[in-house]
């Protein structure tokens, strides 16, 4: 790895002078000629029947330039897979959360807008409402959806080896339920979307999005458009965590609008709107039960989870797997029996978090502890004899090329001191251990590879096409320096034009962990495949075979005599000279089990890697209030090779805010009859950055032989241990396991004086 110029150093991030000098421009900035703005009618019950919709006084009031409704849909539905489109952009016959769509507007100011929609009058048959999920499954429950028995919306059931016999030779056997309730993302940016169309009939939209490509096939197929009509154009995004994969029902609608008045359309969420608009994490009912040997190593495991989906599918098929799955990845696990059920309620739709079900995740690790204290064991022994190893397989028939899950937890337990205070801590202070692990760029079932393409221009700069979108995360940096590294170029020679579905190549956008692993990996390949034409002129130059060429400093040189050289740039202006353009692409699609799919057949190769990450937190809990201060957090993550380790460190510590601070200690919605209580920031507590603690980030490479580099992905395990480690470390400081999640003064404060009553 010393042989690197650029990968592997700690480069500053390509984006962030404009972000801090509030240069960078967001959907809710762009202006565009003679654009209207917006605004979405919903339906204030959470249930209802919708029996009449009279538009007729808003379209006569003075500057309102259209209004639709559901009958304008042609009742077009979204799925992100086929068996679950079961949403309407616009609603037509039934409103199935508070805050559905039933009609938009497009005026010329935001005041008559708003106007018009108070002038829209619907007429409404509020139908029995269900916000629980275990009383959704009740079978006299009207049925959010009438093809749903029981408000089952999807099932996932995995069963590997033979749980009950192994139960039956364990040594010790317990069962525990945990409850983890929703949490929202919180972007920094509102949810936005602008959208034109062109004389031509082509459809523009900008938005905050994960992926254009994934955004512009859905709005081809509503609007009946060929698919190259459909334009979805770069734009700084503020955040997305999961919240923003797939098509929101505001970019149709704002569309349609664009499309209906002839002229551009924006439409800003209010923060009420984000939050109950938008996907947001699911709230879980998790029991597991788990036998284990004399040892400690778990032989049996079996998992039901019952997860409150809301209103409508969304990624309901992932989101209702990989919960389980980054359990088994983690772990060792025997047999191993999966029940996930995401029922359908009449609450807001819940969709992908980084976190991925905090209730799940900590249930297994709290878990562990348990068996541990029963055992006699210290939290760290019973994870080392459960980890994960390089060359297993997963329950589910994925192999693990590489693993340093043991290496995190080690160096985590050295840099936090974790064996020297267990134990030995004053009273009310804690320290506790949670690990955990995520796949890295697998397709979710629907997204395949990536392309890129690469030019050099006259100057011997060159110019990156890439569909890799930044979300905030480094992803536009991560492809500069990998251009820059291949070519021999500076970082500041690269200019990159990504996340346009008109200008760049099919991507899968960043899901899945799939920006580095596979956009990066396609954008190597074209540096690779451009750098060869390079080296063929500059051998003929220089008068030794291309193989003997190193390209480095915007210089190409013989490796074994650097005296000899030609700058990069005459090498292009020469090639040029006898008609040759420099230019290349490159592909990289993962190398997974086509057969496998979410429901139908969970079994199989997901994906290419697995990442592995610890964190261990140290924290004192006032007895008398209940309020815990954090006081360090140790984070450590099996990262494969740490391409710039500044930015992995700010996704560390991202991931510790997200995962831990706030979703184990704060975050929550409090919930009356469907409608969301504290759905902005002056009541959704967020963590603040003087909340947050020391912070030690580890890095651990274990070199993937197929990621890019070796590199794999980096954060997510973090933001999921962090939630472990949190909880772990309450329960230690107050001597009792806590099953309820976040972990909020007053539920610390009534396991305290519970135990108190017990003693």
């Known amino acids: 790895m010393s042989d690197y110029t650029i990968i592997g150093k700690r480069m500053p991030r390509v984006d962030s002078r404009a972000k801090v000098m509030g240069k960078a421009k967001y959907t809710a900035d762009l202006k565009l000629p003679g654009m209207l703005v917006g605004k979405i009618k919903r339906s204030p019950y959470a249930h209802a029947r919708i029996l009449n919709i009279d538009t007729s006084k808003a379209e006569a009031l003075p500057g309102v330039k259209s209004v639709v409704t559901g009958k304008d849909t042609q009742g077009v539905k979204w799925g992100v897979f086929p068996y679950t489109r079961d949403q309407q952009f616009i609603q037509v016959e039934k409103a199935r959360y508070m805050g559905d769509e039933v009609a938009g507007v497009a005026a010329i100011d935001e005041e008559t807008a708003l106007t018009a929609l108070d002038l829209i009058k619907v007429e409404y048959e509020e139908l029995p409402a269900v916000f629980d999920p275990m009383a959704a499954m009740a079978s006299d429950t009207e049925l959010i959806h009438e093809d749903y028995p029981n408000n089952v919306n999807i099932h996932v ?63 081809s197929n509503s609007f009946k458009i060929p698919l190259h009509k ?16 797939e098509i929101c029902p505001a970019d149709y609608i704002c569309a349609l609008l664009a499309k209906k008045t002839g002229k551009p359309v924006k439409i800003v969420f209010t923060r009420e709107e984000n939050t109950i ?27 039901t989870c019952y997860m409150d989906g809301g209103a409508y599918s969304s990624t309901g098929p992932i989101a209702t797997s990989v919960p389980f799955l980054s359990m088994e990845q983690a772990y060792r696990m025997g047999s191993v029996r999966y029940n996930g059920y995401r029922v359908y309620t009449n609450k807001p739709i819940r969709g992908m978090i980084r976190t991925h079900g905090r209730g799940f995740a900590c249930g297994v690790d709290t878990q562990l502890d348990m068996i541990a204290d029963h055992l006699g064991m210290d939290p760290v022994e019973i994870r080392l004899r459960n980890s994960r190893q390089p060359g297993d397989y997963t329950s589910t028939k994925s192999l693990v090329s ?58 011997g700069e060159a110019t990156v096409m890439s569909g890799v979108v930044d979300n905030g995360q480094g992803n536009e940096n991560m492809v500069v320096q990998i251009a820059a590294e291949e070519l021999g170029l500076f970082p500041e ?16 956008g960043s899901y899945s962990q799939v920006s580095t ?38 210089l190409i040189f013989v490796k074994d005599d650097p005296e000899k050289s030609i700058p990069i740039k005459k090498v292009v202006r020469i090639s040029l000279l006898n008609f040759n353009s420099v230019n290349a692409e490159g592909g990289y699609w993962p190398k997974v089990d086509t057969k496998r799919e979410w429901v139908k057949n969970p079994y199989g190769q997901m994906c290419e890697a697995f990442s592995f990450g610890t964190t261990i937190v140290e924290v004192k809990v006032d007895p008398d209030t209940g309020q815990v201060e954090v006081l360090e957090a140790t984070a450590a993550q099996d990262v494969g090779y740490a391409l710039n380790p500044l930015v992995l460190e700010g996704q560390f510590e991202g991931s510790i805010a997200m995962g831990g601070q706030g979703g184990m ?26 909340d947050m603690p020391k912070i030690n980030n580890i890095i651990v490479e274990s070199i993937d032989p197929k990621g890019p580099y070796g590199a794999k992905e980096a954060g997510m395990s973090i933001a999921m241990s962090a939630a472990q480690g949190y909880s772990a470390a309450v329960s230690n400081a107050i001597g009792v396991h806590l099953d309820s999640f976040p972990l909020t003064p007053d539920k610390i404060l009534t396991a305290i004086r519970e135990k108190k009553a017990q003693v």
């Open 277 to 303: 608009a938008t996907r947001q994490g699911h709230a879980m009912i998790t029991t597991h039960k788990t036998g284990v040997d004399k040892d400690g190593r778990v032989i049996a495991r079996e998992t």
């Open 230 to 245: 459909v334009k979805i154009r770069k734009i700084a995004i503020g955040g997305a965590f999961g919240g923003r994969s």
């Open 493 to 508: 020679d690269i200019h990159l034009v990504n996340a346009d579905t008109e200008t760049t190549s099919s991507d899968p």
């Open 517 to 554: 692993f596979v956009g990066g990996h396609a954008v190597k390949i074209a540096a690779e495949n451009c750098r060869k034409k390079l080296f063929k002129v500059a051998s003929k130059v220089l008068k030794v075979e291309p193989d003997k060429l190193v390209a480095r400093n915007r």
């Open 157 to 219: 059931n995995i069963d590997t080896g033979n749980v009950d016999e192994s139960f039956e030779k364990a040594h010790y056997i317990r069962e525990d339920t945990f409850i983890a309730s929703e949490e929202s993302y919180f972007h920094a940016e509102p949810y936005a979307v602008a959208a034109q169309f062109d004389p031509e009939d082509c459809l523009e939209v900008w938005c905050p999005n994960g992926g254009p490509h994934m955004k512009s096939k859905p709005l």
């Open 665 to 690: 200690l704060t975050e929550y919605h409090e919930w009356e009859d469907g409608r969301c209580l504290n759905p902005t920031m002056l009541d959704y507590k967020l963590p603040l950055a003087c």
């Open 402 to 459: 590489s693993c340093a899950m043991d290496e995190t937890i080690l160096k985590a337990v050295e840099k936090s001191g974790f064996k020297e205070k267990w134990g030995k801590l004053p009273p009310f202070h804690g320290i506790g251990i949670g690990t955990n692990s995520v796949q890295t760029g697998f397709p979710m079932g629907i997204r395949g590879g990536s392309q890129s393409f690469i030019k050099f221009n006259e100057d």
